[in-house]
């Protein structure tokens, strides 16, 4: 059997064409087809045809480069100007252009709005070829660590702390920069007391910024790297970065709409996330299905409201734990006389309301009547007896329980992991999204909408049978 060998002065050539340097069936050609088909106008990219001094590239072709070189788990700016170097993809997606590192990164940077808005396009593409039915959404949140360590988030007193070290840090730098000063300017110890003095002062503004931003919206603690970013416990341990939440349709698993928060739960969330998915929809959808993590009666409501079915468990629903004796499932309700009946048949009467909870409270109408009982120190061990909680929209959390646990939602709860949660297996493993580059919260907004596209084209790429299939469904479109 022969040895196959290396041969680098063998003489060989490229095509002559640019075009010719990719197959015909390389998804490079569905990436380049996906982008002409949303246009600069529906992103917002501008093209500046007499724009004075250099040159500017394209808007269009770098953002065909940001969502390729992003699809294939690229994000450095470094990386992807290798890239146009040596990768034949790369180069006949840009048509041979070489943008450095530089402009590449300022491009990303300044152009948020357009990278938030490509998700949108997408899912409007997907709308047109019938790939989202919009029917049935799906809402799930995952953390995902921010440029910046957890190191750095401090408490307001610590900051203020630190503020008054580094003015008289700066104090010192000062006069020992004006005594160099005055000895030799070109000595090196005046250039490094001089870049010494400029970076303390940027720390200085870092931190000032972290403490404006804590006071303002009353935070214990601030990040000074990225003030946006939050602190959150996960399974690699705790980390500072965001609370991504994600729509996906039913039908193909495409996503519809995604958010940034900086929560470190997914609290509250609910109606505001499906009113946005919504929004790229054509109607409303019927049924929104999220985990028991977003179980907020009073926020779960404002969807309800809105005529959408609603099928999101409880966390006792979500534990699986059996009831027992004395759960407050046992005690009965009666509301014409607004009390709680024990299972030994005594009343809990109304005592007061809780404007912090949000909630009415319930007690015995004689504390001996529970030290009395029977069942004392089963039901309660509390002085006072039993205390039962009523919420101001009880009613409506038992509807939704009672929802949830109807076959016919079983049925359509049982498809939620396979419908939202490998999005962002996807793009945290596939695509390298383990952490956003970018700073600050709208930063992180658009990188994750970035993201999403590239999964929404790679999930169109496989429905539709490939390349070329997915090209020619473009087509129709335009039809």
Sequence with gaps: MALKTPDRYQSTFLPESVEDYVSQDDPVRAYDAMIDEIGHEDLGLEKQWKKVGNSPYDPISMMKLLVFAYSYGWKSSRKIERALHHNLAFIWLVGGLKPDHKTIAEFRRKHLDTLK????????????????????????????????????????????TRLKHIDADIDTLMNEVEKADQEEATSDSYVKMTKELRKTKVLKEKIQAAIEKGKKEKLTKVNVTDVDAVNFKGRQGSHTGFNVQAVADEKKGLLVHTDVVNQNNDHNQFANQIKQANQNLPIPC??????????????????????????????????????????????????ETNEYVCPEGKALYYSYFSKTRNQYKYRMKREADCKECSQFGKCTTAKRGRTITRLVNEKLKNELAARYASEEAQVIYSKRKERIEHQFGHIKRNLGCGAFLMRGLEAAKAEFSLYASCFNISRMLTVLGGTQKLIQALATIRK
């Design 117 to 160: 808005k490509l998700l949108k396009q997408t899912a409007r593409i997907c709308i047109d070829l019938k790939l989202i039915a919009g029917n049935v959404l799906f809402l799930d949140g995952s953390k995902i660590r921010g440029n910046a360590s957890i190191n750095q988030t401090k408490t307001i007193e610590t900051l203020e």
């Design 286 to 335: 019927s049924t929104a299905v999220a985990d028991a993590g977003y179980f907020v009666v009073d926020d779960l409501k404002k969807t309800v409201d809105e005529a959408i079915d609603v099928i999101v468990p409880s966390q006792k629903q979500a534990s699986e734990k059996e009831n027992t004796p004395f759960d407050k499932e046992k005690f009965q309700y009666h509301e």
